[in-house]
């Protein structure tokens, strides 16, 4: 079935450091990729997507690059700051059983330090 | 505009007992669903309703439990009886339409001793 695999935590940067989140996934077909992001105390939130192979989904300084040739969908920041503090969820989403659901990872937990 | 509220945010329980979650969606959103997340591991999928009517029930654990959605407005999920593995944090979300982005709620941490 449908699976995805991410960078196990926690990452702990100093502010302006830069962030990689690995994240690969199994999946039949094309199906479109996401990150979520979950601050302390709050619900999930989308942080962004892509939906086809080379679409870069951004969003508040983030990034990540569909690539199929590596069933990959890394999410990358430039400089993090101590807002960014939070768990992510790389997840996809998946068309069986006639609903549009979706398959998370694990989620990584990262700390900035000022 | 609201987003989607989940009650109680966390609840406590003995095994063998019945917990019941609640999820109120955005209004005018047809599409609720729940996940799941055990301690360390993925959140999944349990279930989505379109309106009152339940779409895709492929990810409920067992009979142990039942979702509803009556009138197609807020819903619920028990669980009875509880036991241990149950234990894990409850999301709920809603969206508009089919392809919608999914909001969630701040989900309820369910711990059962």
């Known amino acids: 079935g449908n699976s995805v695999t991410q960078m196990e935590g926690p990452v702990t940067l100093s502010e302006e450091a830069f962030l990689t989140i690995n994240c690969t996934y199994t999946?039949?077909?094309?199906?479109?990729l996401f990150w979520y992001v979950q601050y302390p105390g709050e619900g999930l939130q989308l942080l962004l997507k892509?939906?086809?192979?080379?679409d870069k989904g951004s969003n508040k300084g983030f990034e990540a690059t569909y690539r199929k040739e590596t069933t990959s969908f890394h999410l990358e920041k430039g400089s993090v700051q101590v807002s960014d503090s939070a768990v992510y969820f790389c997840?996809?989403?998946?068309?069986?059983?006639?609903?549009?659901?979706?398959?998370f990872g694990k989620g990584t937990k990262l700390t900035v330090n000022p | 505009e609201a987003g989607v509220t989940q009650f109680p945010s966390h609840s406590v329980i003995e095994k063998g007992q019945t917990v019941t979650l609640r999820c109120d969606p955005i209004?005018?959103?047809?599409?609720l669903y729940w996940y799941r997340r055990v301690m360390g591991k993925e959140i999944k999928f349990l279930l989505h309703?379109?309106?009152?009517?339940?779409?895709?029930e492929s990810g409920m654990p067992n009979n142990r439990f039942l979702a509803e959605r009556t009138g197609g407005t807020y819903s619920t999920l028990k669980v009875q009886p509880a036991e241990l593995e149950d234990s894990g944090v409850y999301f709920c979300?809603?969206?508009?339409?089919?392809?919608?982005?999914?909001?969630f709620g701040n989900g309820t941490r369910l711990t059962v001793t």
């Open positions: 997840a996809l989403s998946d068309l069986k059983g006639g609903s549009e659901k979706l398959v």
């Open positions: 999946a039949t077909g094309y199906p479109s």
């Open positions: 892509a939906t086809k192979a080379d």
């Open positions: 979300a809603s969206s508009p339409g089919r392809y919608s982005p999914l909001h």
């Open positions: 209004s005018g959103h047809d599409n």
């Open positions: 309703f379109v309106k009152e009517s339940k779409q895709d």
